[in-house]
């Protein structure tokens, strides 16, 4: 068996209803402000801002605390080129025929192509990998749990960070990703989950017009 981790005392301040509901306000405010961003500025991003961002990231909770993600940031121009090259190798794929009609029909509105210029414009590519398993000090595998919902709720932590600081992201799902495990030299227990372009909008960036579901379109209370 392995041991418990000793226990510490947790509690939080108690806002009143009004200052809770003035936060949740203001969360929703900052969080309404984001958008998938495809044009992006040249522009570095404080490196800091990244580092703090991931730092957030890696605060999500994950299936029994195995912390199962790894968030590769890319600025080698030579790297950000072979991953644009790699993606629009994919995409190519995916937009002439792998796609169904169904999902290129879904996608129309958005005007996406195979066309990838802002994984080199874009002054940073963040690229989150889940660790499948990991290892013990001893070299011997260790299952994860729930590693889908683990890095996908860090995924949305280090998303809203980088947003509440100003920056811009994509959201990018190149697929299949295999190739940024091989260009970024990473383990074979590490599989390429999402690949986050971040900066600032272009100079004249445009985003399309779309509407977020009302509130009781998604939420049910019983
Ligand atoms: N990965 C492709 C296609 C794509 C798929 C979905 I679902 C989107 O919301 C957007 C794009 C691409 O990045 O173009």
């Known amino acids: 068996m392995s041991e418990q981790f000793p226990t510490i005392p947790y509690s939080r301040q108690r806002y009143t209803a009004g200052e809770s509901a003035a936060r949740a306000r203001e969360f929703l405010d900052t969080i309404l402000l984001r958008r998938s961003v495809r044009e992006f500025s040249g522009d570095p991003v404080p490196p800091e801002v990244v580092s703090l961002a991931i730092a957030a990231a890696a605060a999500a909770p994950s299936g029994a605390n195995m912390q199962p993600w790894k968030f590769v940031v890319v600025h080698d121009p030579e790297l950000k080129r072979r991953i644009r090259e790699a993606a629009e190798e994919e995409e190519r794929l995916n937009y002439g025929g792998r796609m ?87 383990p074979r227990n590490e599989k390429a989950f999402l690949l986050i372009p971040v900066g600032y909008p272009a100079e004249g960036c445009r985003v399309p017009d779309l509407r977020r579901k009302d509130l009781h379109e998604v939420m049910v209370v019983r």
Not at 103 to 115: E, G, K, S
Not at 175 to 185: A, N, T, V
Request: proline share 6%; charged share 20%; glycine share 8%.
């Open 100 to 186: 169904p009609e169904e999902w290129l029909r879904a996608l129309a509105p958005l005007q996406t192509d195979w066309r990838k210029e802002f994984l080199e414009i874009a002054p940073a590519l963040i690229v989150v990998f889940k660790e499948e398993y990991g290892f013990s000090a001893e070299g011997e595998r260790i299952a994860h749990y729930y590693v889908n919902e683990s890095v996908g709720i860090a995924c949305g932590f280090l998303l809203a960070a980088l947003n509440a600081a100003g920056l811009v992201t994509l959201t990018h799902t190149p697929s299949p990703m295999g190739f940024l495990r091989d260009i970024l030299g990473r």
